[in-house]
C-alpha cells in the first residue's frame, strides 16, 4: 500500500491510514481455480411460483457458464426476531450467505413492492457475524417478476438493500412482466426479450464475480474503517497498561 508521507492540506486526515489505492492491489497473486459460487433467493412460496420458476432459469444458466449454484428454500423461515439464530432454517441461510461469492435475489412485486417473504430473508442474514461480514464485497445480480405491466419497484428496492449489505450490486436486472404468460407448463421460459436480458444478467454476474472476487477485501477496505480499528486497539492496548 502506497501511504503518503504528507497531507498538509487536509489536517483531519491520520496520515498513517490514508491510503492512495493501487491498480496493482487488484490484481489477484494466486486467482481462485474453483467455480464461482452463487447463492440464489426468491420471494414466494405459492406451487407455482414465478420468482422460483425465474430464480431456477437463472440458475441453470449459472451452470452452463460455470458457476455452482445453490438456492435457499423459504419454506419454514420464521419471520424476523420470531425465533432464535439457531433455528435451522436461518442457520441454513447464513451458512449459503457464507459460501456465497456472488447471490441473485429474485423477488415478485407485491403492492408495489419486495415480498415480505424476500425481505424476510435478506433480514435474517447479519451485516456481521463475529469478525465475518457475509455479504460484504459479494456480487449480486437482482431481478423481479410482475403480474402486470412491467415495473422495476421491487428491483429498485432490493438494490437500495443491497447497497446496505455492502454489495458489488451489477449494473444490469431484469423485470419480467406478465410472468404467467413467460413460462410453459414444465416451468421453462418462453423465449423473448425478456429471456434475453435474464441471459445478459447472468453473464454480467459471472463476469463480475470472477473479476472481484479474489480483491474483495481490497475493494471494501475503507478509511473510516482503519481508523476506528486503529482506535478500537489503541484502546485496548491502554486498558492492558492500566
Keep these: 500500500m502506497n501511504v503518503l508521507p504528507a497531507l498538509d492540506d487536509f489536517p483531519n486526515i491520520d496520515q498513517t491510514l490514508f491510503v492512495v489505492p493501487e491498480a496493482s492491489a487488484l490484481q489477484a497473486l494466486r486467482p481462485s481455480a474453483h467455480a464461482p459460487r452463487i447463492l440464489l ?58 459460501w456465497a461469492e456472488g447471490m441473485v435475489w429474485t423477488s415478485p412485486e407485491r ?28 456480487t449480486l445480480a437482482l431481478m423481479q417478476v410482475s403480474g402486470g405491466s412491467q415495473s422495476f419497484n421491487a428491483v429498485n428496492q432490493l438494490r437500495v438493500l443491497g447497497r446496505w449489505m455492502r454489495m458489488l450490486t451489477i449494473p444490469n436486472q431484469s423485470s419480467v412482466a406478465k410472468a404467467f404468460l413467460e413460462f410453459d407448463e414444465a416451468g421453462r421460459m418462453k423465449p423473448s426479450a425478456y429471456y434475453d436480458r435474464v441471459v445478459d444478467v447472468m453473464e454480467e454476474l459471472v463476469k463480475f464475480t470472477l473479476l472481484t ?30
Design 41 to 98: 433467493l426468491y420471494g414466494s412460496v405459492r406451487e407455482r411460483s414465478y420468482s422460483r420458476l425465474l430464480s431456477e432459469e437463472a440458475a441453470r444458466l449459472l451452470r452452463a457458464m460455470g458457476a455452482e449454484t445453490k438456492t435457499f428454500d423459504p419454506r419454514g423461515l420464521p419471520l424476523p426476531d420470531d425465533a432464535p439464530d439457531s433455528h435451522p432454517k436461518v442457520a441454513e441461510l447464513r451458512q449459503l450467505a457464507q
Design 213 to 242: 472476487r479474489d480483491v474483495s477485501p481490497y475493494l471494501v477496505d475503507r478509511y473510516s474503517e482503519r481508523k476506528e480499528s486503529a482506535e478500537a486497539l489503541s484502546k485496548r492496548v491502554n486498558q492492558r497498561s492500566l
Design 111 to 138: 403492492h408495489g413492492a419486495m415480498t415480505g417473504i424476500m425481505k424476510s430473508q435478506i433480514d435474517w442474514i447479519p451485516l456481521a457475524d463475529g469478525a465475518v461480514r457475509p455479504t460484504q464485497g459479494k
